[in-house]
């Protein structure tokens, strides 16, 4: 792989031991996957921010990091963390995890991210330009990011997001090069898609067939909303390993069918109509029961007009004294929910909003037993696809309006 001066410099130890650990890291990675060059870039969304997947080894290395002299040279922003910094003992976080996460994000803190916290850090300040070059992790981010923003980014784990951090390098090949962006199955969609949820299931029925090849859409709405493409990106990414989609008409890269193939056939026709939404609908749908104890709205992290949606439905009601509803969101988007009223709203009906963790990122198998949740009710397939297997709790999975009438009846209907 061709580097410049200044890169091979970095590599032989002549900008410090941290960065030269990182180039070593990157130049690995890029001769494996066939990079012929690294790439300039100045922004990277870090995936490695909660404990839960860096524990103390991971922490120790990022702490080393720092100690030798580690700056990041990039905008970084930090994914969600596994605790809520301020009701992390109340929602049944243990100890050890809010004094290890303390550590792993004031490492990152003092190398120069901007600990913002969240999988959705294009809404708190952190937008991708059409064609800019990234290096991010978390896959409904970096979906969201390669198909609606049109930004060009792989798929990063923790260690090549810091690599790029300490850098401003990541390797060319993937999702950077135009050859390997264009499409290669169409999904012809013949069913209405009202909401965030039917554009969750969309993603689901499309992400298992997909695995790791880029999607077409046909059919979608030529007006969705942020919200919308955000469910789908993660739902993609969640039953499949999709790092892009392209929709016909709607994002950036697909004003034509024959764009978003490059003039290609596609490989493969699906067609997602009433009778497949029905049929990806039961299959997030694991819980044989109408028991309802934990309900989770905000995976991915809620917008501020998500958290408004669940403030208007609580509006002058109660959850039910059995339930436990989580709203899971960002500190920037719980900040200005706050000022609008929405979460005196959620909290005087007796539910909470979760910041800067979900049951992802915190450590879910101890809290479900602890507190006693023995099913998990959600508007996310993200969250539905993968609760039963990570979290061991099956799931109730439908739009916004059927969960809350669930959390306040205790009952799904």
């Given at each position: 792989?061709?580097?410049?001066?200044?890169?091979?410099?970095?590599?032989?130890?002549?900008?410090?031991?941290?960065?030269?650990?990182?180039?070593?890291?990157?130049?690995?990675?890029?001769?494996?996957?066939?990079?012929?060059?690294?790439?300039t870039v100045s922004n990277v969304h870090m995936a490695g921010s909660s404990v839960l997947v860096a524990e103390e080894?991971?922490?120790?290395?990022?702490?080393?990091?720092?100690?030798?002299?580690?700056?990041?040279?990039?905008?970084?922003?930090?994914?969600?963390?596994?605790?809520?910094?301020?009701?992390?003992?109340?929602?049944?976080?243990?100890?050890?995890?809010?004094?290890?996460?303390?550590?792993?994000?004031?490492?990152?803190?003092?190398?120069?991210?901007?600990?913002?916290?969240?999988?959705?850090?294009?809404?708190?300040?952190?937008?991708?330009?059409?064609?800019?070059?990234?290096?991010?992790?978390?896959?409904?981010?970096?979906?969201?990011?390669?198909?609606?923003?049109?930004?060009?980014?792989?798929?990063?784990?923790?260690?090549?997001?810091?690599?790029?951090?300490?850098?401003?390098?990541?390797?060319?090949?993937?999702?950077?090069?135009?050859?390997?962006?264009?499409?290669?199955?169409?999904?012809?969609?013949?069913?209405?898609?009202?909401?965030?949820?039917?554009?969750?299931?969309?993603?689901?029925?499309?992400?298992?067939?997909?695995?790791?090849?880029?999607?077409?859409?046909?059919?979608?709405?030529?007006?969705?909303?942020?919200?919308?493409?955000?469910?789908?990106?993660?739902?993609?990414?969640?039953?499949?390993?999709?790092?892009?989609?392209?929709?016909?008409?709607?994002?950036?890269?697909?004003?034509?069918?024959?764009?978003?193939?490059?003039?290609?056939?596609?490989?493969?026709?699906?067609?997602?109509?009433?009778?497949?939404?029905?049929?990806?609908?039961?299959?997030?749908?694991?819980?044989?029961?109408?028991?309802?104890?934990?309900?989770?709205?905000?995976?991915?992290?809620?917008?501020?007009?998500?958290?408004?949606?669940?403030?208007?439905?609580?509006?002058?009601?109660?959850?039910?004294?059995?339930?436990?509803?989580?709203?899971?969101?960002?500190?920037?988007?719980?900040?200005?929910?706050?000022?609008?009223?929405?979460?005196?709203?959620?909290?005087?009906?007796?539910?909470?909003?979760?910041?800067?963790?979900?049951?992802?990122?915190?450590?879910?198998?101890?809290?479900?037993?602890?507190?006693?949740?023995?099913?998990?009710?959600?508007?996310?397939?993200?969250?539905?696809?993968?609760?039963?297997?990570?979290?061991?709790?099956?799931?109730?999975?439908?739009?916004?309006?059927?969960?809350?009438?669930?959390?306040?009846?205790?009952?799904?209907?």
């Amino acid at each position: 792989m061709f580097l410049t001066e200044e890169e091979s410099g970095m590599l032989a130890g002549k900008k410090g031991p941290a960065v030269q650990k990182a180039m070593e890291i990157l130049v690995a990675l890029g001769e494996s996957f066939g990079a012929k060059r690294l790439l300039t870039v100045s922004n990277v969304h870090m995936a490695g921010s909660s404990v839960l997947v860096a524990e103390e080894a991971g922490t120790r290395f990022v702490e080393d990091i720092k100690r030798q002299g580690g700056t990041f040279v990039t905008r970084v922003t930090t994914n969600p963390t596994a605790v809520d910094p301020v009701q992390w003992r109340e929602i049944g976080i243990p100890e050890s995890d809010s004094a290890l996460q303390t550590r792993l994000t004031d490492a990152y803190a003092g190398m120069g991210a901007n600990t913002c916290n969240t999988c959705i850090p294009y809404l708190v300040g952190n937008s991708p330009r059409f064609g800019e070059h990234m290096a991010w992790g978390e896959s409904s981010a970096v979906v969201y990011a390669n198909s609606v923003c049109g930004a060009r980014t792989n798929r990063e784990g923790g260690p090549s997001g810091l690599a790029t951090a300490l850098t401003g390098r990541t390797p060319e090949y993937g999702f950077h090069l135009t050859e390997n962006r264009h499409g290669k199955l169409l999904v012809q969609v013949e069913t209405s898609l009202d909401d965030m949820t039917d554009y969750g299931t969309l993603g689901y029925f499309a992400g298992r067939i997909a695995g790791q090849d880029t999607p077409v859409f046909t059919g979608i709405p030529s007006d969705p909303t942020l919200e919308q493409l955000k469910a789908l990106s993660a739902a993609l990414a969640a039953s499949g390993a999709v790092s892009m989609f392209h929709a016909v008409g709607v994002t950036p890269e697909a004003p034509t069918l024959e764009a978003a193939f490059g003039g290609k056939t596609p490989e493969k026709v699906l067609v997602f109509d009433e009778a497949e939404k029905k049929k990806a609908e039961a299959a997030l749908n694991k819980e044989p029961t109408d028991h309802v104890d934990w309900i989770l709205v905000g995976c991915p992290n809620a917008s501020v007009q998500e958290i408004r949606e669940v403030a208007e439905a609580l509006e002058r009601k109660k959850v039910h004294k059995d339930v436990a509803l989580w709203v899971t969101t960002a500190g920037a988007m719980y900040a200005m929910a706050e000022r609008m009223g929405y979460i005196q709203t959620i909290k005087d009906a007796g539910g909470t909003v979760v910041r800067e963790t979900c049951p992802f990122l915190a450590r879910s198998r101890v809290i479900a037993p602890v507190k006693g949740y023995r099913t998990l009710t959600t508007n996310s397939a993200k969250m539905a696809f993968y609760a039963p297997g990570q979290f061991g709790l099956p799931t109730h999975y439908g739009n916004l309006n059927r969960v809350m009438q669930a959390a306040v009846s205790g009952v799904w209907r």
